[in-house]
């Protein structure tokens, strides 16, 4: 004991005199483990505590707050209670020790054990001894935490305390600058407002002492290394503004005085502190200040050129009336939203008449906005705007009036999530239900497409409420969209009635299938209408299907279409018939959230798919016919339909879909397809089948099976897997054997890891390295090995190209058959890990290539960095632009074309590293700018474009060049690469000059 | 834009916009040579040249109009004709100034602007004067507000 007692003067000793800081470290660890006392240590320091030099006071003071900091969890309360006399005493000592007192009291107010009364005491002491504002920024810190602790711990005593707290607040952070104290300061004011504390007679004094920040404007030092944003500063004092209903009467005022700034963030946070107070504030306190609030807000979203503003104020206005609908009607009393209702709409009605003027807008917007705040508002605002409304375009004549008059009535015809009906309620449009319908009918037969696409959008928005249509308007209706789909060609608006037709079958499908769906497939059929009419028919019909009920009846109309494809009755092109395709894919999407659509896929759909294209095949190798169906593009199309609903499939028939699929490429088992009336023993998994008719249709394989979920067993996977190998090396034809390549993978894909796996592996690389027949065979989970013999190939001339191209594949998902909605195994980041592993080889192998193969690697490098997720591009980049720069001085252009691409997205956010390398950046692209590839020189004009966003000062002394070099481009003979130069040299022109950027 | 101030026309008519310029093949094809034109000229400033008063393109203003444009690509020639939104806009000498600025900085050097205003004589013999137009921009609090006309939108 003794001895730790000589050790501890002996820490003190050297801490105090001999100004070694490290021994309160030591000093604070022999008190936490017990060696010395709190006690023990205040009685070492005694004499340094009671010395009559500061320098020596304070240093002794320091010493105990220090250990304070690391062990004042296991202070006994008695213990707290001295040490906070003491502390509260050494308030009034000298000015060199406050400091070291203040961090001590922080330390001791963490206490779980304060007894009791010792926090009001701790604060009278602060409040009446300290003058916070002259202290140094850590001690005013300390002091704003010593109140957070104090208020987390003791609330009940602070709030004892009444109004001298707030007072003794208010006067100690009055003034303060720091962003970092601000932050807490903040915070108190928070707690203070929100806790319930009694702001007494202060009220006016605390608001005064936080509104003298707003609106905030901080734009933190160039490193920051705290990170305290602007956004911060401003969410946390708009919780105090807005977090009391007390400030209303200054905060308001205030609000509407700063809308008057020039500065446009002044005015989003005055608009958004305004949109906070209504969700606090009720109807009395706003009452008094409405009409000036609702000028200001008018005038910012009529004047303004700023989307943010626009927003921000009509996000107000909407918080502003919903805060009025809570309002409790009263018997005496007026009800204010009305009054505030009929205020807005005076101003803004009458600009509804004028649909030409600039004015329709805002006005339009503003009252959506107010309609769009409650249920109520929004029956107030509808009574009184849709009947002018559907005068208005009933008198007048211009379509483009029309147009924008229908496009207002739309805003107001869509609820919002505030003003939807409550169950009960009836739409507030229930009373216009006829007159609206009857509008949207003929602006639905009106000549201008505009109108026409508006009037569609309409009469989405009336089918998606309850009440709104009746059975015949329904009818009506889809009797107007079949006869649109059919004679009208404008892309817009085809797209538009799609559309509608896909959102209003989702509710009301019996109306479709038994008008819509009838109509189309007679057109479609009749082999009389053009191709564009089919093809728009044809979409419609992958559109209206989202429910099984109108599949049932649509998916059988588009094989029927391939049908007389096949059979040539009706002269479909091969486009069209991959079109179909298409739409029937479309349909199968839905199959993933209604099994019964999975289900009738696998039933019938397949089947007859199958079917088809086995018979055309056949019958193109026996009778030389030659069917669409047997075409590269249709295959290719068809088999997205299969692997799509394939994927969708449930277990059971999963495993079925399975067994047939395979029966059928190996065993030439065709029981399950319909029309049975194919040769007993077709081999479809044979090379020697010339011209690629059967072989190809092993892509119907791949379909039907490499999408299915991984635990669906495959039958006689070995067997089928060898077949698939022999095919995709001994088969001539190109799409045959890619196909086979891509199946194998991806049933190699599925395999669980194992000797199994690593057998076929090991076979299919011995027979690989033999043959090199075709780089996709080996995709992903062969990708380290198969990498072994890409990297021979690039230094082979003949072959580097090819195989650099092998890297893209590597990297990009591969849509048919390898990526997650089949169902394959991909592993998280594996671009990011192959590129770790293979850039520093590509590296090298560039290093020390010849002269004439290093665009191979440049180009297998530019593959795997354009595909890399942007994150990884960032971080990578500096080691790698060297190399991209050598990329671009490289003679092939689609070198070139992918490295910019690569470069152009970089550029919007250049990396540190990029700023050494401006000037031959620079150079590089401004000659690419006269390349002869036209692709080259937009891409090459778009990045020169981005370059002009960098920070001014580092880009400024290339503009005189840029301009000069730009002016050649202007005269570009592409009118697009005109364009690129045209935006890009304007922005340069802006860089640096006066009002521009 | 301040908030306070009054605007000399605070609801102007606006009209509707044509749509992007459609693609053709020819575009897209390297051995045609597409000249400039009419279409590609007005594009140029409508969408990219606002009133200083609205954050409207001068096409939604009918400044520009596509058939007051007239392009000559053989010989050189540019003519547009401009129309203030409001007869004696104190803004129309402003406006053409940033439309002349624009084709000076947008078209290639070979070309002769011509730039009529179709309501004051004075602004057009402003406009025909290098030496005036070369002047104004070299006044600092000219350029600036020029430039904002210039500016693409922000948001």
Redesign the interface.
Known sequence: MAADNSVLLGLVEEFVSGQVDSKAAETSTGVKNGQFTILQLVEALGVSLSSSQPQTRGRGVQLLSQVLQECYSSLSEREVEVLLAFYENRLKDHYVIIPHVLQGLKALTKCSVLPPGSAVSVLKSIFQDIHVQSLMLAERSCVYNILISLMESKEEELKGLGADFIFGFVQSVDGERDPRNLLLAFQVARNIIQRGYDLGKFVEELFEVMSCYFPIDFSPPPSDPRGITQEELVLSLRAVLTGTSQFAEFLLPLIIEK????IQSA?VDSLQTLAACGLTYSHKELAEFLPGLWS?IR??V???????VESAGLSALSALVSCLSRSVLNSDSEDVLQVFLSLVLKDCQH?LC?P?????WPSAKLLQAAAGASYRASLIVSAAIIPALLEQYNNRTQC?HRRTLLEVLQGFVQPTALSRPADGEDSVLVAFQQSLCGVVFSALTESSAGLQVTATRVLSALGQQPGLMAQTDVEKAVDHLSRLILEEDDPKLSSAVVECSGSLAHLHPKAFISRLIPRLKEEILSGQSDAAVRQRCVTALASVSSLPSVVQESAPVLLQVLASAHTGSCGFSVEEVAAVCISLQKIAEHARDSEEIGRFFHDIIIPHLLGLCLQAALQTRDAGHSSPLTDKAVLSAVVPVMSTACAALRSESASRMAAQAVSLFLDGDVSFLPENAFPSKIQLLQSQAESGGLSQLVCLLMACVCSLPRSVEIPEIDRLLLQLEDLSCTCTHLFSFTSAAKCFAGLVNKRPAGEALDAVLERVMKRISVELENTSSAQRTQAFTLLLWLFALLSDPALGSQAADGFGVLMSDCLDVLNRGCHADVRIMYRQRFFAENSTKLVQGFNSAEQEKKSCYLKALSHIVSNLPRQVQLTELPALLPLLLEALSCADQAVQLSTLSCLQPVLLEPPEALRNQLEALFSRLLALTTSP??KVRIASLQCVHALSRLPEHTVLPFRARVLKAL?VP??D????V??EA?AA???W??LG????? | MSGGTRLENANPLIFQRSGERLLTATDEDEDVADPIDDREIFDILSKSINDPEHPLSLEELNVVEQMRVNVNDRESMVSVEFTPTIPHCSMATLIGLSIKVKLLRSLPDRFKVSLVSSQTHLINKQLADKERVAAALENSQLLEVVNQCLSTRTM
Request: charge should be positive.
């Open positions: 809308l008057d700034s020039d005015k200001s005038r910012e009529s004047q303004t050129a700023s989307e943010r600009h004028e030409d003027l600039k004015l329709v483009a590839a036209m002016a202007l005269d003979k592409k009118r697009l005109r364009k045209v040299r304007a922005e022109f802006l000059s006066p009002g521009g950027r």
